[in-house]
Structure formats: structure tokens, C-alpha cells
């Protein structure tokens, strides 16, 4: 394509983008740079709000443990969401007839707000008064009825339960549209040769499967990094209890928005940009690797 | 044309269509922003009251009688969004005139963005109670900002028909206090009620269970001035009490959350609730038939004092938009604001404690809490004196209470961490 | 999709020697797969089923008996988040910014994404990464310089200025899968269509479009949700009642409403069921597309 033709067709996008999302993202990182009283900017402090981030309470604390809570539902969502998605999507491959009632059914939490689903699930999880303690003392399971959202040890996985479940819509149907252009004749042909299901699919789909794989995981890893809405609303703004489902976004708000620092806009902005930091670091890096492999695939 | 492009053509109609509907749609009236003539305007006020909207509504229709050709336009966001709410709308234009605006140490980033105007020689508060005006003032400058727009008073909430039916009267001795427990954890029932899952109830209950053991008011002087910090021995036997009485709180009680606490005290589940006036209206609401009184909770044993306390703040205030186009009117309905007939209403119609000195009661509870605090106050520490930087003195406290009551860290680790965290930013007044 | 199959060596020779018979698909799995599929979307359901039943009981029982079956259906609380929850002009609100942010941000991605996946110059590739950094910074931590941009432009409480917010900030995700999946067509395509005296925007449109129809679906889907379903940019961008949108609805309502449960699920059923609706007719038009896509 010529770069004249190539240059028009991007240029909406870019205006959009670029006006919208780009320039106030752009000042949003610069404020980190300055000090702030409430909302009038001061001066240019160069990097003094990111050593503030290092070097004094809460954040020597709190940031270290929020960043190692986002990783940690990176990898729980990596291993239930999206195993969970391929796995769905693998079996719905083949049922054309029942693929879309179920794939809607799948889909159903998604469609839910965030905050609806954190409301929903505190009063699920009550141990005064949900169904979900009742239920399991009932059955007789009464050592099973812990405070779910109550309980450090138990807080953290619940959201990323409750985050599997809300979302595994999303790798069913991502993996189910890169099952869809893996050639037929080639797992038909490993098929007619005596191969299982499984070795069809390790040998043949798989390989097929990884720059799909690889979108997802990088999606995933960027999910992971930003999550606000689901924390939020299953553990406000502190990441109750004791801060076990703290997450970096959540440190941005409280910091910018609920207490008394006068730089509170100065310092969640350092936060801000360290956030962005990582999570382009991390997705450049991946990126990376997965377009060399797309390459060699093409080739 | 293929079928693509057909719904491509589609597509873009659609878009079209919604982007001129959108466009074409009137912008916001000019009901915000005190627009209008003189004669007529038009007053927006913001709140994080969303659950008094009728009885302000019901408030300021008596100021607009009284003020015609002045209208108020009363909008109230929930409270957890509120501060970013207000931040945007207030730099902003086209904002609102009067804002509801928090106290102490969280007013503080509101004012150094110059967001609101110094109301001295507006509204004359000098015969009000000196730790409320406190609240509306400028740390830096000591200008009054805002007019304070509640008082809250912390003391212990008890359900009359469950202590009769324990033959149990309110507590004026420690020990006393203990056995009321006892007897009602053995008779089945809750005896507190604690939603430790929102962890800002927490400085709140350390405060109504055990103020008298760290010292009150005493206490706060010696902080203020350098001469104790909260490393202090009777501070950190005071963060201990909370501990020795978790067999007397809900089950799990890191789980239960803070709505959870105040549905186990109206449907009579449990029999005492450490809270705040502003409980009061909700549990009329929830449960007329409640048959509800409050105590002051004795001091516990080994305290420097005997003295039971009844621990109160300001909370809440209302200022001045510097932006606002309609300031004078502004000015009106803010002074209107530190007058008696304003401190009656919201005493009456919102069912709190009202800054405004000299303001009577109709409902006996709420006379009660006046009493008490007129007769033992101290203040809440935390909030009146350690929300001005970060980490705030109550969240530290917070969190340290429910790292506590999970068995994490014992009370003198949470005393070290709420100093430590305090004395990045504290200076004392020598 | 490739019309060239590229047979990785250690699949033995293909064609088998006689007639070459279709053999009936099987599902993967057998009954096992599919009871267990079905087990799974009953028990992804169940919280969702949950929350309409406690919206028929009254919420002293909801709190008294947690199990309690909905019988006989109370009414009070759809009532009541009916009137006083004002859900009829919300939604109305929520489907205009939605819709047309969906379209918006589709459409300019689509055309973007071709450009990108097509041209290879250092230029583009530049731009796609610049495309890409959108999606590593969530849009909420900007929300202090959007709402002073649309201030600016006086955007300040409009529709306009929400879809604008919310089609700009979903060019990074459509792009990057849209641009994955136009990788992926041969280049031989275009080249038989530009012998063919075709240009840039009939190739475009007549046939590359068509041939990523499920990744188009795709991002329309996952755009779709996450913009109806945010409640920060509408609390900020917009100031009078009549003009929020669904989540903004339901937070006031909440507040309004802290502890009448009964009285929230109304409110929530209410507000999603509209949506649910919605994407099931939007599903069928979608998997078409899938499955037509699929085939060729």
C-alpha cells in the first residue's frame, strides 16, 4: 500500500486518539514532575516525587505489596481464566449447534457492571448473612465456611476467582476465533492417521494457537496491571481487609483523592507513571517476542 | 454493493447519526453555576448526602420562602466518589456555588488549590465551640473557610428490650461492662456489633471502648505538644482493650461488613453498637420499633482517668466555590447557614447533632449525645489532628485494628507503625 | 484462511491412497465434555440467578433467611427502583454514548489497523507502538486532564464529549487485534485485486474487511461492555441528571440505598437485563459473522 494511501488511513484514528487519549495521558505523567497545592500546579521538582514513592511511609510499604498483588492475579487469572477459556473454547470447537447458546451463557457475567458484581459478592460472601456460608453449613461443610472477603489469606483469591468468572467469556471467544483458521485438513489428517484428540492438538493446534495465546496473555498482563472497578468495589478503596487486595490503582485513587496531602496530585501521578513503566515494559518486551514468532509462522 | 459494505455503510450512518444526536442535544441548562439576573438565580449545592436529599430538599425550601427569587438546586453524590467529584467540578467551570466540604485535615487540599473563598468577615462564628471551627480552617493561614455544618458525637448504642430481657442495666463500672458481655454472648446474642471489614469504623470504636484509658483530652495536649507520642504505655494499653474485648464482637468480625453490623443492631441480632450520631436517623428508618438508648462506655481499668467520655467531632461544612458567579447570593445562603433557625432544621429534619450552638432537640437520643459531650467531651484524635498528611492517622490505625484483630501484629506493633507513619509529616507545637 | 498449507514434518503424508471419505465430526470430548460445559454455564449463572431471585423477597427476609426461596414475589422493590431510580432515561443515555462510541472507535481502528498491518515503513511501525502504549495506561489515571481538555472545548456535561472519551479509548485495543488478524491475511490477495485496476479503499472495503469480520465482532463485543459499564468518566463529565448513563444511575441509587438490598437487585436487574437482551440479538448477528467467516 503507498504510504499517501496509508497515511489517510490512519490519520482518523491518530487525530482521535492522539486529542483524546494521548496528549491528557501525556500531561497526566508530567505532573508527576511537579509539586502540587490541591489542584494549582508549583514548581518543576524533577524526580522528587518518585523517591517520595521509595523512601517514605505508606508507600515504602504499600507499593511494593500492591505491584505484588497485581502480578499475583496476573498469574491466578493466567492459570484459571484463561487455561478455564481454552478449554471451553477447545470443546465448543466442534458443537456448531449448541457453540453459540453457550458461548452467550459464558459471556453472561461479563455483561454485568463491575460494581453490581462487587456489590453482589459481599452479600454472597457475608458470613453473617450470605447464602454461600449458609449453604455450605447446611451441607455440613462448616469448616469451608470462612469469611471469604474477610480473611487476608482468602481476599486475594477471591478476586481473582470472582475476576475469572466475570471474564472467561473473553478467552472462549478470543480462542474460539483462532480455532476457527486452523486448516481443517490438518487436524482431519492427523485424525485419519490415528492420532487422539490430544496429540492433535498439542502437535498441531497448539503451535497454530500462539500468537492467539499470546494476545491474550499480553492482554491479560495489562488487565492485571490496571485493575480498578472489581477491587474496588469487593474491597474499597483500602483494599480491605488489612490492605490483602490492595492493587496499585487502587493506591492511585486513595492517594489522589482521599487524604490530606496537599501534593496528593504530584505523588499519584509518580504512581501513575510508574505503572505505565511497567506495564510498557512488559508488553513491549512480549510483544516483541510474539512478532518474531508471527513472522516465522507467515513465512 | 457486497454485503460488507452495505453494513459498513450501515455502520457509518449509524455513527453519524449518534454523534450528530449527541451533539445536537441542549448542553447543561444553566440551572449549575448561579446563572440568571440579578433578581433570579439559581444556587447549585453539592453534597455527599445522598441519603438526606428530602430532608435538604425540605431545608432549603424554607430559605428559598424567605428568599425569593433565589432558588437551590440541592445535588448529592455518593460518598466514596465524592472528593474526586468535587475536585474536578470545582476547578472546572460552570460549577457549583456552595459545596459541602470535609473536615480537618482532608479540607486542606481544597483550600491550598484555592478553591474556596475565606468566609471571616462573612459569618461570625466566634462564640462557637473552638475544636469545631477548627475544622473549617486553613492549617496554613488560619482562615475560615467554610461554616461547620454537624457535630458528631461517638458513644455506645444499646438495645433497651434485649438488656430488659437479660436484666441488664447500662454499665458504670468496668467490670460492670464486662459482665453486661458476658451475660449476652451466653444468652445467644451478639453482644457489639462491628463491621471491622470497613476499616474506618475502627479508629471509631477504639475511641467509644477505650479514649478514657489513653488519657482524652489530656492525651491529645501531650501529642499536640511533643511531650508524649503513641509509643506511649496507656496509648498502646488503650489499642490492647480493642483486642481483650474481640470474643464480645461478631464472628470473623474482619469479614462482616459495616452495613452487615448495623443490620445484626436493628433486627435485634445484637444488643450494643459502638457508633456515631449519625447512626441515629438510619436506625429509626430501619427499625421503628427499635427500642434504643446510649450509654457512655466506663473507663477501662488502669486508666489515668475515671472519667467516662463521650469523643465528638465536626463533621462537614459548607463553603463557597471561589469560581461560583453568583457569589453574593452565595454569601446570603452561607450566613443563613451559621444561623440557630439552620442548626433547628438540620436538627430536626436530617437527625444530627447541628454545629450551631444553643440548638434544642426534639428527639431524646440525640438531646442525650448533646449532654454527654457537653458534659465529658473529648475530641476524636485522629481525625481532629492527624488527617493533615500522608498516611493519615486513622487509616494507620484502621488497618493496624483489623491487622490486630486477624492476630498479625499485637497492639504496641500497631502503636510503633501509626507513630512511625505520623512522624513523616507531624510536627509538634512546642 | 491461508490457501497455502504449510505441513509441519511431523504430520506422515496426508492423502490417504482410496476414496476419501468425510468422516461425521465429533465433538471433543464426547457426553463427558459436554455435561461438563453445561455444568459450568449452570454454575456461572447460579450468583446471576441469585441476584433476581432476592430481588422478589423483601430485605428483613433477605437478611433473616439468606436461602429463603422468592415466594410468594414481592413486587415492592421494582417498584420502588423504578420510580425512584429514574432507569428509563438512563439506559437511553448509556445505548447513545455507547453505540456511538462503538461505531466510532470500529471504524477508525479498522481503517487504521489495515494501514499498519500493510505499510512497512519505519514511520508505521513507529506509530503502531504509539498506538499501543494507549493500552498500558489505564484512561482512569488521566481523568483529571480529560476533564480539564473537555473543558476547554466546553464538552463539559455532554454525550458528545463522553463518546468522544470513550472511542478514543478503545483505538488501542481494537487496533491491536485487528492489526494481529490482517496480519495474518496473505498479501497475495491484495495483489490479485490490485492487478485487477483496484485501489486502496475498494481493496479495503470489497475484500480485507470482510475477511476479518470475527475479529471485527470481536472488538465490537469487548468494547462494547466496558464503556456502557463505566460509572468514573460519566460522574465526572457530566453534570445533569438527565443526562447520565446507567452506572452513574445505579451509584446514586446505591447511596440512596445502602442497605435496602432487595430494593439494589431490583435496581441492578433492571439495569442489566436491557444489556443482556441487547447482546443477545447483537450474538446472533456476531456469530453469523463468525461462522461466515469461517467458511469458505
Known amino acids: 500500500m503507498s504510504r499517501r494511501s496509508g497515511f489517510l488511513f490512519v490519520a482518523p484514528a491518530l487525530l482521535l486518539f492522539g486529542i483524546f487519549v494521548l496528549y491528557p495521558m501525556a500531561s497526566a505523567l508530567s505532573y508527576a514532575f511537579f509539586a502540587w497545592q490541591g489542584t494549582t500546579r508549583g514548581g518543576f521538582v524533577g524526580l522528587e516525587n518518585f523517591v517520595a514513592l521509595f523512601t517514605q511511609e505508606p508507600f515504602t510499604t504499600q507499593l511494593p505489596r500492591a505491584f505484588g498483588h497485581n502480578i499475583a492475579f496476573f498469574v491466578g487469572t493466567m492459570l484459571i481464566q484463561n487455561t478455564l477459556g481454552l478449554g471451553i473454547a477447545v470443546l465448543l470447537h466442534k458443537r456448531a449447534r449448541t457453540r453459540r447458546m453457550l458461548q452467550t451463557l459464558y459471556a453472561m457475567p461479563y455483561l454485568v457492571s463491575p460494581i453490581v458484581i462487587g456489590y453482589l459478592w459481599t452479600l454472597l460472601l457475608s458470613p453473617t448473612f450470605g447464602p454461600v456460608n449458609a449453604l455450605l453449613r447446611k451441607v455440613g461443610l462448616d469448616s469451608l465456611a470462612l469469611p471469604w472477603l474477610g480473611d487476608p489469606s482468602t481476599a ?17 471467544l478470543l480462542y474460539g476465533a483462532a ?17 487422539s484428540h490430544w496429540q492433535t492438538f498439542r502437535s498441531i493446534v497448539f503451535p497454530l494457537l500462539v500468537p492467539a495465546i499470546g494476545t491474550v496473555s499480553i492482554l491479560t498482563f495489562i488487565f492485571a496491571m490496571e485493575a480498578f472497578a472489581l477491587p474496588y468495589a469487593l474491597g474499597g478503596s483500602t483494599g480491605s481487609p488489612a490492605g490483602a487486595t490492595d492493587f496499585i490503582s487502587l493506591l492511585f485513587y486513595r492517594t489522589a483523592f482521599e487524604n490530606g496531602s496537599t501534593n496528593a496530585i504530584g505523588i499519584s501521578s509518580a504512581i501513575a507513571a510508574l505503572l505505565f513503566l511497567v506495564i510498557f515494559g512488559g508488553a513491549v518486551v512480549a510483544t516483541r517476542v510474539l512478532r518474531r514468532h508471527q513472522d516465522r509462522v507467515a513465512a | 454493493m457486497t454485503n460488507k459494505s452495505r453494513r459498513h455503510l450501515a455502520a457509518l450512518t449509524v455513527t453519524s447519526a449518534m454523534v450528530a444526536l449527541a451533539a445536537c442535544s441542549p448542553s447543561s441548562s444553566g440551572g449549575s453555576g448561579g446563572s440568571g439576573d440579578a433578581k433570579n438565580v439559581t444556587l447549585s449545592v453539592y453534597s455527599w448526602r445522598t441519603e438526606d436529599v428530602a430532608a435538604y430538599n425540605a431545608i432549603f425550601d424554607v430559605y428559598t420562602k424567605a428568599h425569593p427569587g433565589t432558588k437551590v438546586d440541592f445535588k448529592a453524590f455518593k460518598n466514596t466518589e465524592y472528593n474526586l467529584k468535587l475536585t474536578t467540578d470545582l476547578t472546572g467551570s460552570k460549577g457549583p456555588d456552595v459545596v459541602q466540604v470535609r473536615s480537618y485535615g482532608q479540607l486542606q487540599p481544597t483550600i491550598a488549590s ?12 466566634s462564640k462557637w465551640d473552638a475544636n469545631v471551627v477548627k475544622s473549617a480552617k486553613g492549617k496554613a493561614d488560619g482562615k475560615l473557610y467554610a461554616v461547620p455544618l454537624a457535630q458528631q458525637t461517638l458513644q455506645m448504642y444499646y438495645n433497651k428490650d434485649l438488656f430488659a430481657k437479660n436484666k441488664l442495666t447500662p454499665p458504670t463500672t468496668w467490670a460492670e461492662f464486662i459482665a453486661v458481655n458476658d451475660t449476652l454472648k451466653k444468652a445467644g446474642v451478639v453482644p457489639m456489633a462491628v463491621g471491622a471489614k470497613d476499616d474506618w469504623t475502627l479508629p471509631m470504636l477504639h475511641q467509644v471502648l477505650a479514649a478514657p484509658r489513653f488519657g482524652a483530652s489530656a492525651f491529645e495536649t501531650a501529642v499536640m505538644t511533643g511531650k508524649k507520642t503513641f509509643n506511649d504505655p496507656d496509648w498502646v494499653a488503650s489499642v490492647d482493650v480493642v483486642k481483650q474485648l474481640q470474643p464480645y464482637l461478631p464472628e470473623s468480625v474482619v469479614g462482616v461488613a459495616y452495613t452487615d453490623a448495623q443490620i445484626l443492631f436493628t433486627s435485634g441480632k445484637a444488643a450494643m453498637f459502638p457508633g456515631g450520631s449519625f447512626e441515629l436517623g438510619f436506625f429509626q428508618k430501619q427499625n421503628p420499633e427499635l427500642n434504643m438508648g446510649v450509654f457512655q462506655v466506663p473507663a477501662p481499668v488502669g486508666s489515668p482517668s475515671m472519667d467516662p467520655t463521650t469523643t465528638g467531632y465536626a463533621d462537614g461544612a459548607f463553603g463557597i466555590s471561589a469560581k461560583s458567579d453568583a457569589q453574593d447570593a452565595s454569601k446570603e445562603l452561607v450566613k443563613w447557614m451559621a444561623t440557630k433557625e439552620f442548626g433547628q432544621l438540620v436538627a430536626d429534619k436530617v437527625k444530627q447533632l447541628s454545629a450551631v450552638p444553643g440548638v434544642s432537640y426534639s428527639d431524646p437520643l440525640l438531646q442525650q449525645m448533646s449532654e454527654n459531650y457537653t458534659k465529658n467531651p473529648t475530641p476524636y484524635l485522629l481525625l481532629v489532628d492527624f488527617r493533615y498528611g500522608l498516611p493519615s492517622g486513622s487509616v494507620l490505625l484502621g488497618t493496624g485494628v483489623q491487622e490486630m484483630l486477624l492476630g498479625k501484629k499485637d497492639a504496641a506493633k500497631v502503636s510503633t507503625d501509626l507513630q512511625t507513619g505520623v512522624s513523616q509529616w507531624f510536627k509538634p507545637t512546642t | 484462511m491461508t490457501t497455502t498449507v504449510r505441513v509441519p514434518s511431523t504430520v506422515a503424508d496426508p492423502v490417504p491412497s482410496g476414496p476419501v471419505r468425510r468422516r461425521r465430526q465429533r465433538p471433543i470430548g464426547g457426553v463427558v465434555g459436554s455435561t461438563a460445559l453445561w455444568i459450568y454455564a449452570c454454575a456461572a449463572l447460579i450468583p446471576l440467578l441469585l441476584m433476581v431471585a432476592n430481588s422478589f423477597r423483601t430485605t428483613p427476609s433477605l437478611y433473616s433467611d439468606p436461602l429463603g426461596l422468592p ?11 423504578w420510580t425512584e431510580g429514574h432507569f428509563g432515561e438512563y439506559f437511553t443515555n448509556s445505548l447513545m454514548v455507547t453505540v456511538g462510541a462503538v461505531a466510532l472507535s470500529t471504524v477508525v481502528s479498522t481503517m487504521a489497523a489495515y494501514a499498519l498491518a500493510r505499510c512497512r515503513s519505519r514511520f508505521f511501525t513507529i506509530l503502531e507502538s504509539v498506538f499501543i502504549s494507549g493500552l498500558m495506561l489505564p484512561i482512569h489515571l488521566a481523568i483529571l486532564p480529560i476533564f480539564y481538555l473537555l473543558d476547554g472545548f466546553g464538552l463539559v456535561d455532554s454525550r458528545l464529549g463522553l463518546m468522544l472519551v470513550y472511542a478514543a479509548s478503545g483505538v488501542p485495543f481494537s487496533i491491536f487485534v485487528l492489526t494481529t488478524f490482517f496480519r495474518q491475511l496473505p498479501p497475495e490477495l491484495e495483489e490479485a485485486a490490485r492487478i485487477d485496476g483496484a485501489n486502496s479503499w475498494q481493496m479495503f472495503l470489497r475484500i480485507m474487511v470482510p475477511m476479518v469480520r470475527p475479529a471485527v465482532a470481536t472488538v465490537v463485543v469487548f468494547r462494547f461492555v466496558p464503556i456502557w459499564n463505566d ?10 441528571r438527565e443526562k447520565y448513563t446507567v452506572p452513574v444511575g445505579l451509584t446514586t441509587f446505591f447511596g440512596e440505598f445502602s442497605t435496602d438490598w432487595s430494593s439494589l437487585f431490583a435496581g441492578l436487574v433492571i439495569a442489566t437485563v436491557p444489556l443482556i437482551v441487547l447482546f443477545l440479538v447483537a450474538t446472533k448477528q456476531i456469530v453469523a459473522g463468525l461462522t461466515a467467516g469461517l467458511s469458505k
Open chain 3, 71 to 81: 415466594w410468594p414475589l414481592k413486587l415492592d422493590s421494582y417498584r420502588k427502583a
Open chain 3, 231 to 240: 460509572f468514573l468518566f460519566p460522574l465526572v463529565l457530566l453534570r445533569s
Open chain 1, 156 to 172: 486475594l483469591w477471591v478476586v481473582v476467582l470472582v475476576s475469572a468468572w466475570q471474564w472467561v467469556g473473553f478467552p472462549v
Open chain 2, 114 to 125: 484555592k478553591s474556596l473563598l475565606p468566609l471571616d468577615d462573612v459569618v461570625d462564628l
Open chain 1, 179 to 195: 480455532l476457527g483458521g486452523v486448516p481443517e485438513e490438518l487436524s482431519e489428517a492427523a485424525r485419519v492417521d490415528g492420532a
